[in-house]
């Protein structure tokens, strides 16, 4: 079964960056979509960046211009680029994968904001 592993949380304070990265131990290019979820305390899980089945991405608005999605095909992984990161950012990021219609989650990295 293909596994999806975050990585790359921490604490930071506002303004600074962050990568994440969510490694598959399989092909992502058997997904055919991928995508950053953000849960925050007291919130409902929302999706932060997503790549469609076509390749197309899609952000949440309050995240747009300074996160950047990406694919590394080589390293079957995905990354989550965050810049000028907000307090209102911190919360627990997962990885999700669909797979043959199957959504496949990682255990997902935690993301601290310090204002």
């Known amino acids: 079964q293909v596994q999806l592993v975050e990585s790359g949380g921490g604490l930071v304070q506002a303004g600074g960056s962050l990568r994440l990265s969510c490694a598959a131990s399989?092909?992502?290019?058997?997904?055919?979509?991928m995508a950053w979820y953000r849960q925050a305390p007291g919130k409902q899980r929302e999706s932060v960046a997503s790549?469609?089945?076509?390749?197309?991405?899609r952000y949440v608005e309050s995240v747009k211009g300074r996160f950047t999605v990406s694919r590394e095909y080589a390293k079957n992984t995905m990354y989550l680029q965050m810049t000028n990161l907000k307090p209102e950012d911190t919360g627990v990021y997962l990885c999700?994968?669909?797979?043959?219609?199957?959504?496949?989650w990682g255990q997902g990295t935690q993301v601290t904001v310090s204002s």
């Open positions: 399989g092909s992502i290019f058997s997904f055919s979509a």
């Open positions: 999700v994968a669909n797979l043959n219609g199957v959504e496949l």
């Open positions: 790549f469609s089945r076509l390749g197309s991405t």
